[in-house]
C-alpha cells in the first residue's frame, strides 16, 4: 500500500449559551450594560475586534430605536420582531466566537505518528499564547536588531 498519510487537523468549537435576549426595555438596558462590561480588559468578551465592536454597537442602536417605539416584545410587530431577532443573533454571534471561555478542540497527529490526538483548550489559552508568541517575536527583533551607524 502506497498511500501517504497526511497530517490532519480539524478544529471544533462547542456552542455556548445565548448572551444577548431582552423581553423589555429596561432588560435590554441591563443586558447592554453588562455585554460593555465583559468587553473590557479582562472580561469574558475582551477578544472583541474593534469592528466588531462597532457591529455590536450599531445592533444595540437599532435594538434601542425598537425598544424605545415598543416597551417590549410583545407589542412589536412582526417586522419589529425579525429586526431585533436578527440583531441579537448578530451580536450573539460575534461574542459566542470571541468567548473566552469557549472551548475550542483540535485533532492533530503529532510528527512522527499517524495517530490524531485531540487536545483542547479556552479561547482564552489559544489568545494568551497567540498575544505572547507575537509579544516574543518583537523582543527577538529588537534584540537582534543593530542600533547605531557602527557596526
Not at 90 to 118: F, Q, W
Not at 136 to 148: A, D, H, S
Amino acid at each position: 500500500m502506497g498511500m501517504t498519510l497526511l497530517q490532519a487537523s480539524a478544529v471544533y468549537a462547542y456552542k455556548t449559551e445565548v448572551i444577548v435576549k431582552a423581553e423589555n426595555k429596561s432588560d435590554f438596558t441591563a443586558v447592554v450594560a453588562a455585554v460593555h462590561q465583559q468587553m473590557q480588559a479582562g472580561g469574558r468578551y475582551e477578544f472583541v475586534d474593534q469592528g466588531e465592536r462597532q457591529k455590536i454597537d450599531a445592533s444595540f442602536a437599532d435594538m434601542q430605536s425598537l425598544f424605545d417605539k415598543f416597551a417590549t416584545v410583545a407589542q412589536m410587530d412582526q417586522g419589529a420582531k425579525v429586526q431585533l431577532f436578527n440583531d441579537q443573533e448578530t451580536i450573539n454571534a460575534i461574542l459566542t466566537h470571541r468567548d473566552d471561555k469557549r472551548l475550542v478542540c483540535e485533532s492533530v497527529a503529532p510528527i512522527g505518528s499517524h495517530i490524531p490526538r485531540t487536545t483542547c483548550r479556552t479561547y482564552r489559552e489559544i489568545e494568551l499564547e497567540r498575544s505572547n508568541t507575537e509579544r516574543l517575536q518583537q523582543q527577538m527583533l529588537q534584540v537582534n536588531t543593530p542600533r547605531g551607524g557602527k557596526g
